[in-house]
C-alpha cells in the first residue's frame, strides 16, 4: 500500500502496518471459530446469567446447526434469519448457517411483525431462530406469513442458565416462554443440539465471492436495503480492527503498546449482534483473539438502568467495551458509578454517533480508560476509521484515521468523481477489502453508490466531511435526513411510509431533532395534514404508531398542520421544516 496523507501526517500509530495483504487468509468465516476451538476449545467464549460455555462446546453446537439446516434442505447461497437479541445461542446459530454455505439475515428483535416480514419477504428467507418468548415468538410467527419461511427454531433461554436459576425460574414462571407454539412449523432449538451430530457437512466456498451476511440498512436513500458482506469482508475487518487498537498507559509506551491479548480479554457484549458494530467488533473479534464475551441481553437492565453493565465489568473484570455515546453518557453518569470497580477496562471504542468530547472526559476520569472514536456503516463490515487508541495522537471532533488498508478520498457532490482539496467538504468515499459486494437484489442503488476512481471501487457513503492536515477525517454533516436514535439510524421514508397507512393521513413528513436531555441524540417528530374532515390527538396518533414501529422509530411528538412545504414538483421540504424547529 503506498503511503497516504494520513501515513505522513505524524499520527499513525508507529507499530501500525499500513498493509495486512500477506495477513488475509483465503478462508470462510467460520475458519476463524474452528482454528480457536481447535488451539483453545477449554477456554470460555460466552458468559450468559453466570454460565460459561467454552469454544469447543460452541463450535460443535455451529457444527450441529449446520447439519440440521443441511437436512432441512438448505444449500448454498440460501438465507437463514436470526431474530434474537444477544443470546449465547447467537455465536452458535451464526457461525451453523455459514457452515451449511448459507447467508446469514441478522435481523432486529424490537421489530414489529410487519417490519420483520419485510425482510423476510426481501431475501425469501426459508428457516428463522426466535427466542422462545412472549413477544418474540408470536411476531415471529406473525412474520412469516406470505414468506418462504418453512421452520421456525425456536431458542429457549433454559439451558444456558445455571442450575439454581434454571430451577427457580422453571419453579416460578420467570423464564421466558411463547404461549403458544405452531406446530407445523415449529423446531426446538435443544432437540437439535441433542438430536444432531456435530461434524459439519462439506460446503466449498469463495470467501470473496460467496456471502455470510445481509444486514438491512437505510443506506444514503432511506429505502431498506440488504447490505450483501462477503467471508473475506468481514474476516478482513476484524483483522483489520486487531492491528489497529492498541493503547499507550503509564506501563506501555508508543514503542511497546498495550494490544488485544491472547486468550485474557474479557469483552462486554452490550451492542446488539444484529448489527454490525456489535456483531463484527465484539462477538467476531472474541473468537479471533480467543476472548471472553459477557452476553448481555438487554444493556438497559437494571435499577438504575445500565446497572446489568456495570455488574459485568466489575464482576467479570471487563477489559473491552465497545459502545455507542449515549452509554458512555449513561455509565459515567450513573449514580452508583462509585459502587463499581471499572479499572480492568483498557479499550472502549466509540461509534454509530458523534462522541461530544465532554462525555469522554467524564467516562474517562471515572474508568481511567481511554475512549477513541471510530467510524463505520452497515456497507462496511463495519469498521473504516478510528482514531489512535490513546490521549496524546487521539483528536476529539474527527473519527479518526482510515484503519489498514483502507483509502478514503473526499469528492465533489455531484458526480462523485472529483476529488476535493484538503479541508474542503466533499462526499466521504471509501475503499477497501471491507467494503460491501452491494444492495441485495438492487442493482441499481448498488450502482448509484460505486465510483471507479484511480483504478479502485470507492463506494459513496453519504456522509459529507473533509480531511485535515494531518489525515483525520471530519464529518460535517450526516446523511441527508436520517435520524439517529441512540445509535440506531430511523429512515424519514421508512417511517412516512408507515404512517400513510393511517387512514386519516393525508401527508406526513417525519425530521429528527435534537433531545433537550442530550443534543447529540436525537428524538422523531412526525408532521400529519389529515384528510378533510378529519381529526385526531396527538397521544391517539403516538398510540396507533406503537404497535406498527420499534421502539426507536416511533414519533415522539406529532404536529397536525393544514400544509406542508413542498418544492414546485411536490416534494415534501423535510429541510424547511427542521429548520423552522431549529430556528423558532
Known amino acids: 500500500m503506498k503511503e497516504m496523507l494520513w501515513h505522513k501526517g505524524g499520527k499513525w500509530p508507529k507499530t501500525v502496518k499500513k498493509t495486512l495483504e500477506d495477513k488475509y487468509p483465503n478462508e470462510p468465516l467460520f475458519k476463524l471459530l474452528d482454528k480457536t476451538a481447535k488451539k483453545s476449545g477449554s477456554l470460555t467464549y460466552t458468559i450468559f446469567e453466570g454460565k460459561r460455555s467454552t469454544f469447543a462446546e460452541v463450535h460443535e453446537n455451529a457444527n450441529r446447526i449446520a447439519n440440521f439446516l443441511v437436512n432441512k434442505g438448505i444449500r448454498k447461497g440460501d438465507r437463514v434469519a436470526i431474530f434474537l437479541p444477544n443470546l449465547p445461542h447467537y455465536p452458535a446459530i451464526f457461525f451453523g448457517i455459514l457452515k451449511a454455505g448459507a447467508v446469514a439475515v441478522t435481523c432486529n428483535p424490537m421489530y414489529t411483525a410487519s417490519e420483520l416480514n419485510f425482510q423476510l419477504s ?56 411463547s404461549p403458544y407454539y405452531q406446530e407445523n412449523i415449529t423446531v426446538f432449538y435443544d432437540d437439535i443440539i441433542s438430536t444432531t451430530e456435530p461434524t459439519a457437512p462439506k460446503i466449498e466456498l469463495n470467501p470473496e465471492e460467496d456471502l455470510a451476511l445481509i444486514l438491512y440498512t437505510g443506506g444514503t436513500t432511506g429505502t431498506p436495503k440488504g447490505a450483501m458482506l462477503s467471508h473475506r469482508n468481514l474476516y478482513c475487518n476484524i483483522l483489520q480492527h486487531d492491528e489497529y487498537v492498541q493503547l499507550i498507559t503509564e506501563e506501555f509506551s508508543v514503542d511497546d503498546p498495550l494490544r488485544y491479548r491472547y486468550g485474557e480479554e474479557v469483552l462486554i457484549g452490550a451492542l446488539p449482534w444484529y448489527h454490525s458494530y456489535g456483531l463484527t467488533l465484539t462477538m467476531l473479534v472474541a473468537v479471533y483473539v480467543a476472548g471472553t464475551v459477557i452476553v448481555i441481553a438487554d444493556p438497559r437492565a437494571g435499577n438504575p438502568p445500565l446497572t446489568v453493565v456495570l455488574e459485568s465489568i466489575h464482576k467479570y473484570k471487563g477489559t473491552v467495551l465497545h459502545a455507542v455515546p449515549t452509554m458512555y453518557a449513561a455509565i459515567a453518569n450513573h449514580p452508583n458509578v462509585d459502587k463499581y470497580d471499572l479499572s480492568s477496562l483498557n479499550a472502549c471504542g466509540s461509534g454509530a454517533a458523534p462522541l461530544p468530547p465532554e462525555v469522554a472526559k467524564k467516562f474517562e476520569e471515572v474508568t481511567g480508560a481511554i475512549v477513541f472514536e471510530g467510524y463505520g456503516l452497515t456497507e462496511t463490515s463495519p469498521q473504516t476509521h478510528a482514531n489512535p487508541t490513546n490521549k496524546d495522537t487521539r483528536k476529539f471532533g474527527t473519527v479518526g484515521l482510515p484503519i489498514p488498508d483502507t483509502f478514503v478520498k473526499i469528492v465533489d457532490l455531484d458526480t462523485g468523481t472529483k476529488e476535493l482539496a484538503i479541508g474542503e467538504d466533499g462526499e466521504i468515499a471509501l475503499a477497501g477489502p471491507q467494503i460491501f459486494k452491494g444492495y441485495w437484489n438492487r442493482p441499481e442503488q448498488t450502482a448509484e453508490v460505486f465510483r471507479e476512481i484511480d483504478g479502485m471501487r470507492f463506494f459513496l457513503t453519504g456522509d459529507i466531511g473533509h480531511l485535515d492536515e ?24 421508512e417511517i412516512e411510509d408507515k404512517l400513510y397507512e393511517h387512514p386519516m393521513v393525508e401527508l406526513a413528513a417525519v425530521i429528527g431533532l435534537p433531545r433537550e436531555d442530550d443534543p447529540s441524540n436525537e428524538y422523531v417528530k412526525a408532521f400529519i395534514v389529515l384528510k378533510e374532515g378529519e381529526t385526531t390527538t396527538e397521544e391517539e396518533f403516538i398510540e396507533w404508531c406503537r404497535d406498527r414501529m420499534a421502539g426507536y422509530k416511533r414519533p415522539r411528538a406529532v404536529e397536525f398542520r393544514e400544509e406542508l412545504p413542498l418544492s414546485q414538483v411536490g416534494k415534501i421540504l423535510r429541510r424547511v421544516l427542521k429548520e423552522e424547529e431549529t430556528y423558532q
Open 470 to 493: 494531518e489525515g483525520f477525517t471530519i464529518i460535517t454533516d450526516r446523511k441527508k435526513d436520517m435520524i439517529n436514535v441512540s445509535g440506531l439510524k430511523a429512515y424519514p421514508r
Open 122 to 177: 426481501d431475501t425469501e428467507a426459508k428457516i428463522i431462530f426466535c427466542m422462545d418468548d412472549e413477544k418474540f415468538t408470536p411476531t415471529c410467527y406473525d412474520a412469516t406469513k406470505n414468506t418462504d419461511i418453512e421452520t421456525v427454531v425456536v431458542c429457549s433461554v433454559g439451558k444456558y442458565l445455571p442450575k439454581t436459576k434454571a430451577l427457580l425460574g422453571s419453579m416460578f414462571g420467570k423464564i421466558p416462554k
